[in-house]
């Protein structure tokens, strides 16, 4: 069974459609890269899969989201309870102004967890994960601010993983970071695919090349090509594929 899927969905803002009729499916334990021009549906769309767009007022779609076949969109689903199974990292990291314990523990704390043991032990594990615990691990009690931004990225990553999800989308994680830090992003990807199905947006198409195994491109809020990474971006079958990764717009 496919880990996510879309199923004719279109989405519109009050009257504007942005996302038309866009199917696609997504294996578990895989990286998809989501890319195009700017303004073609990429967040949006990345967005349906935690129903960060029920926040946006006069945003509605129509077609079915599933997970592990179930529609997130059915009135029984409690998005709370969504949320946890669906982590996101954005592009600015936004580490709250705590320590950085504090921050990884966050989301346990909301859900109830006080023993330390168990905080402790899951500080150290989603640390280690998001591949920051030895830059770390001797000023926990520190203030996230201080640290540089691609630690304080891979903290909202480690702050994510803590919770367990089982879905990680990313909204151009590494946009905002330097050359080093975009690189130890990655690695963490090609890791975390272990475990996590990760949706990724980027407008960097090598990144895209390097991470993914599966890209979507979408232009004009529609669903151009979707295949494996290395067809996709050595053999197009649209043109308009082949222009954007070529550079010749976007
Ligand atoms: N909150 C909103 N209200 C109204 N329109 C919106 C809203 N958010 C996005 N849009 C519009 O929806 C379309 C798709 O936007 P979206 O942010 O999903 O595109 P994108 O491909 O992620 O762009 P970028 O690469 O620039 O981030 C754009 O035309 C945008 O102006």
């Not at 600015?92 to 109830?112: E, H």
């Not at 992003?185 to 390097?210: F, S």
């Not at 222009?243 to 010749?248: C, L, V």
Request: hydrophobic fraction near 40%; aromatic fraction near 8%.
């Amino acid at each position: 069974m496919h880990e996510l899927q879309s199923q004719h969905v279109s989405v519109y803002y009050g009257p504007q459609r942005v996302l038309e009729d866009i199917t696609l499916d997504v294996s578990a334990r895989t990286v998809t890269a989501l890319i195009g021009p700017s303004g073609c549906g990429k967040s949006t769309f990345l967005r349906l899969f935690n129903r960060m767009n029920d926040f946006i007022p006069d945003c509605r779609h129509e077609g079915h989201v599933l997970i592990h076949g179930q529609d997130i969109y059915a009135p029984e689903v409690v998005v709370e309870e969504l949320r946890k199974r669906v982590g996101m990292v954005f592009q600015r990291p936004n580490p709250f102004p705590k320590s950085i314990y504090d921050n990884v523990t966050y989301g346990l704390v909301l859900q109830g967890v006080r023993t330390k043991a168990v905080l402790d032990a899951a500080v150290e594990q989603a640390l280690r994960q998001a591949a920051l615990w030895d830059e770390v691990k001797d000023k926990l009690t520190q203030s996230a601010l201080a640290l540089s931004g691609g630690q304080q990225q891979r903290l909202c990553i480690a702050r994510v993983l803590a919770v367990e999800p089982q879905i990680l989308l990313m909204d151009e994680p590494a946009s905002a970071l330097d050359p080093i830090s975009t690189a130890k992003i990655e690695e963490l990807l090609y890791e975390l695919k272990k475990d996590y199905t990760i949706l990724i947006v980027t407008h960097n198409m090598q990144q895209a090349g390097r991470v993914s195994d599966k890209t979507a491109f979408f232009n004009y809020g529609r669903l151009i090509e979707y295949d494996d990474t290395r067809i996709l971006f050595t053999q197009p079958r649209h043109e308009q594929t082949q222009n954007y990764i070529t550079g010749r717009f976007g």
